[in-house]
């Protein structure tokens, strides 16, 4: 009865040795994105026809390549969730798939958390890239409809949010 018992132990032990170990990521929630907003530079926002404001609501996800010369991509993501096993460096990929379901390209956006007591001044994190539209294979392919965009922190398998789905027009 001892020797089984010995026996046992050894094998939990054993088991325990090799078992893989849990990391802070695993225990950590996964990160959410709060949005991806998509806008134009080139947009005029108001009627006096000044150039460089944020046109989101106003064209909502719909733009026409002849208007355009690129997209700005800007993730926002919510600070409250971010605990001190966040703090550092981290990166945001955001696919782009064509109307037909095609991976077009992955823009690669980094970003910084800061110690939780410094970032509570604002609620959101935000990091943007510009996405060229005149002159690229968007344009010479005619590659016009619906796009999806989905944004991945630091090598997720699951997207951070919902997919962003714009609409771009000749």
């Known amino acids: 009865m001892k020797r089984k018992r010995l026996i046992l132990l050894g094998l939990a032990v054993t088991l325990l040795t090799f078992a893989p170990a849990r990391n802070s990521s695993a225990r950590a929630r996964r990160l959410r994105c709060s949005d991806i907003r ?14 460089g404001k944020k046109s989101e609501k106003r064209n909502r996800g719909r733009f026409s390549a002849g208007q355009i010369l690129d997209l700005e991509l800007e993730v926002r993501l919510p600070v409250k969730q971010f605990r001190e096993q966040h703090v550092g460096r981290h990166k945001v990929e955001l696919k782009l798939y064509t109307p037909s379901g095609n991976l077009y390209q992955t823009l690669v956006l980094p970003f910084v958390v800061d110690a939780p007591e410094k970032a509570r001044k604002n609620r959101y ?28 922190i630091d090598r997720a ?7 962003k789905r714009i609409k771009l027009n000749p």
């Open 125 to 152: 994190l935000s990091t943007s890239a510009m996405l060229p539209v005149a002159g690229t294979s968007i344009v010479t392919s005619s590659l016009y409809g619906e796009w999806t965009i989905l944004g991945y």
């Open 157 to 163: 398998t699951k997207s951070c949010g919902k997919p």
């Open 38 to 51: 998509v806008t134009s530079p080139d947009l005029t926002s108001n009627k006096k026809g000044r150039k």
